[in-house]
Each structure stands twice: as C-alpha cells, then as structure tokens.
C-alpha cells in the first residue's frame, strides 16, 4: 500500500519442486523463456537483489523462478527453502483468519467492536469488525512505541481525534488488524500467531512463522534490504514493530509455503466459497469513491478483475479468480519500487489481451525514466491511454514518485525535479504528484512556483489524504515569509 509521507517523505534458475500440483504443465518453452526474460529484466531494472516468483494456473504451478541473493554479504542465493518478510500482505490472512471465525458463528462483521473491548470512547461507538477490515474505520493510526502495553497503547488511542466520520472512506491504517488481532485473540484464547498457524498452515513444519522484527536470526530467512540513496548502496533493515504488528506486516513464508497457502484457498480448505465471495466483494463506502473489498485489494489489468494485496512494495499476491490463476511475487529489497508492475506484467504475459500494441509499457515507462529519457516515458504514458482509457495509472505514478524520491535523497535536485515534473504533467490532478512537484522546486529555490503546485496539490487533495494539507499549508506559508 501506499505510504503516509510526499516527496522526500513519500516514499535464472528454473526451480522444479514438489510443494503442490503438478509443475510447469501447460507452458510452451516460448511463454517459459518470455518470462524468464521479463523477470530478469525486470529485477534488473527494480535493482532487487534477491526474488522467488510463481504462477498458478487451474491449480498447477505453471512457472516458478527463483533469482538473486537471500543475503548480500554471503551471497547465498535465492531457493526453494527461503523465507520472505511479506509485510502488509501478511493482512490477507489477517482477513482470512476473520472469515474463518465468521463462518463459524463465532463473530460477525456487524457486531461493534465495543461488544470485544470495554469501556471504549463514545467516538468509536459505531465501528463495527468490516470497518477493521476494510479501513473504514476512521480510528487513529497506530504508532506507539514498543514497549507499552496493549493497555497503555489503547488509552492513547482512546485520547487521539478521529481521523473521520466512521464508514465513510479508505484511509489505510494499522490500528484497524492489530484491534481484528485482539478480537481473534479474546475469540479463541489462542494467541493471534498460534491461532492462525493452527487454522491455516496446520500442515506445515517449516517455511512460515511470525516476526515483525527484521534484525532476527531466522533460519533460512531473506535479509531484508534498504536502499540508501545518499551512500548508494543497499543497507540491512532493522525496524522492529514487536508483535503488534504481526496482523498488519508480520508474516514470513517461503514461495513454497504461499503457494500451499493458496491451493487451500481454492479448494476450500480455509473457508467455504460463500465465505469467499463476501470477502471478495467492494465494501459501500459512504463517499461512494474508494474502492477496497473485505480486506483484500481489487486490480483491473487489461480488462480483468485481481484480488489481492501487496507488501512493503517488497511482495505481490494477486487471484485471477475468474481464471484461476494466482501470481506470487516475493523479494528482500529494491532500490526503484515495483509495487504491482510486474504482477501486471507478468498477468499480461500469461494471458495477451488482443490488439494490445505493447504488453508491458508501464515496465518500460520506468526504464525510460530511470534513464532520464522523459519526453519518451511521456509518449509511452500517452500509449497506454490510448491503449485502454480506462487503465489504472495507480501503481506506474507511484512508482514514477518514488525514483524522483531517490533522486532527492541523493540530493541531484534538478533530476528530481524533472522526474516530479514528467508526473504532475501526465497526472496533472493527481495532487500527490504536484505536491512532490512543490517540494523539488522548493529545494530548488523556484519559490514562486513552489507556492503554485503546493496551492493546487491542496485543492485537487479534496478529502485530505494522509492528514497532508496542513502541511502544505504551513509550508505555503513558510514560503510567504
């Protein structure tokens, strides 16, 4: 998902293994070395050091790649056996485990929270268990520090504002899967972790766990990797969330692991079809404009429907459901943010839509800007529209923001810039793009034009996302001075 800051403050070896199904049935050698070419090139082009990729097709593992580097500093590759910090995708099962509940009779998504926590405030009267789930629930994010209680972690929500009128928009938000996590935990007197290994990966003897801590010593897991523009390099990450953020980001699990994950999914292992449909269906925001399921993301790519989720833009899982077909992506680092990219890509290679001129323009929209070829990364985004007036720019502009974000990290301002400008110029009422636009001028001492992108960022920003306008309106003001 995306993250709560703009600007600088936004931000090939075919394995053959024996976890599910029957594997690579049904890909031409021609289709196999397509797409072993594109995930190369694509790892390439994201600067991702290591990568576990598969794709499932009517529930056989068609194409399964691992790449790269589990560790930089041993150089240990990439395999079957390595786990992966999925980060927020982890909230998927979080829903899952929900549904499960759900199913039993044991909760409702229409019960009020307040019906699993005592003595809460008359503000949080109305949520119920689908606004946790689905964002709705206009609580205060969580952002405490570790060593508070879960007691001591409430009364400080309970003294924070509301962020909005409860059941009205999206506003993701980590509050809502750690609160899901304590209702599950009250529930089933089970532990959040021990509850969800015991009904969803029962069978498993290794290859999935829970921690929220990237500095732990964990046996075949994958060092999670930050790319420090200002020294140009990749560094070990060493956030710890501690086990409040197991709901939202804590689930470590190899491709292996997922891929099982995800037959029992389908085969209704986990919850029956009904129970599914209702977690696959868009939630009635009152606004009318967001768009988000039952804890699941939904994305459209050349005309079909995905449901899924993606995590610290490090991991990607997405259910053709219609064609049965699921992609799994997983890796440890990336110095440019492949967000969903290839996952659509890789959607486009297994299924070409006809007429399409180029399946995978929004791949080299990025090659072009990493390259600083803007005037022709324009003309490739004029493509696209032209392709499909209805395609879904989301995760390409982010994408595009985030190289601009490296370059200002890197302090070349004047690349920053342009990259800033080639997105406010093709999504010129996307506010989040004139805001990082406002930002390199800013730095860049262009004052007067600064104050003009930050003045439209906040008018195009009409529900003030992020709580952001404030912000652009001290910085206005700080410019007037």
């Given amino acids: 998902m995306k993250t709560k800051s703009v600007g600088i403050l936004i931000s090939l070896l075919l394995i053959v293994g024996s976890c599910t199904g029957k594997r690579n049935g049904n890909l031409t050698i021609e289709k196999k070395n397509s797409l ?43 395999d079957n056996k390595t786990i992966f910090r999925v980060f927020s995708t982890t909230k998927l099962i979080t829903a899952t485990g929900i549904f499960q509940l759900v199913e039993k009779g044991k909760i409702s998504l229409e019960d009020k929270i307040s019906k699993h926590f005592d003595s809460l405030p008359e503000a949080w009267e109305q949520v119920r268990v689908k606004h946790l ?21 409430m009364q400080e929500l309970f003294n924070d504002k509301m962020d909005f009128q409860t059941g009205n928009q999206f506003r993701y938000n980590q509050t809502n899967y750690w609160l899901l996590a304590r209702i599950i935990e009250k529930t089933t007197r089970l532990s959040f972790d021990a509850y969800v290994l015991k009904n969803q990966f029962a069978a498993s003897k290794e290859g999935v766990l829970f921690s929220s801590d990237s500095r732990e010593e964990i046996h075949n897991r994958a060092t999670r990797y930050y790319y420090d523009a200002s020294k140009n390099e990749f560094r070990k990450d060493t956030i710890n969330v501690g086990k409040r953020g197991h709901p939202g980001n804590g689930l470590n699990i190899s491709l292996n692991e997922f891929v099982a994950w995800n037959r029992r999914l389908n085969n209704g292992e986990l919850i029956r079809e009904k129970a599914k449909l209702h977690m696959w269906t868009p939630f009635q925001f009152a606004n009318s404009e967001d768009e988000f399921l039952h804890g699941w993301g939904s994305y459209a790519v050349s005309g079909k429907t995905s449901y899924g989720f993606t995590g610290g833009n490090l991991s990607a899982f997405r259910k053709f459901v219609a064609d049965d077909l699921t992609i799994i992506v997983l890796s440890n680092g990336y110095k440019h943010p492949g967000y969903d990219i290839i996952v659509n890509d890789l959607s486009k290679l297994i299924f070409p ?14 090659k072009l800007v990493l390259e600083k070829k803007y005037a022709d990364a324009k003309t490739r985004y004029a493509q696209i529209r032209l392709q499909d007036p209805s395609y879904d720019f989301d995760n390409l502009r982010w994408n595009i923001n985030s190289i601009g974000n490296t370059f200002l990290r890197s302090d070349d301002i004047e690349e920053a810039c342009s990259v800033y400008q080639l997105n406010a110029e093709v999504n010129s009422k996307w506010w989040v793009a004139l805001a990082s636009y406002a930002e390199g001028l800013e730095k860049k001492g262009d004052v007067a034009r600064a104050l003009q992108f930050y003045e ?15 912000f652009m309106t001290d910085k206005i003001d700080q410019l007037k001075k």
């Fill in 133 to 153: 789930l689905t964002h709705s629930s206009g609580l205060p994010d969580l952002r405490y520090p570790r060593h508070l209680s879960n007691a001591e972690v």
């Fill in 36 to 78: 072993d070419e594109y995930v190369r090139s694509a790892m390439e082009i994201h600067h991702i050091p290591g990568l576990a990729v598969a794709v499932v097709k009517d529930g056989n593992v068609i194409y399964e790649n691992y790449l790269g580097n589990a560790t930089l500093e041993e150089e240990s590759p990439v």
């Fill in 456 to 470: 439209k960022a906040i008018q195009l920003n009409t529900d003030n996302a992020y709580n952001y306008n404030p």
């Fill in 353 to 366: 839509m006809e007429g399409d001129a180029d399946l995978l323009l929004e791949q080299q929209v990025m």
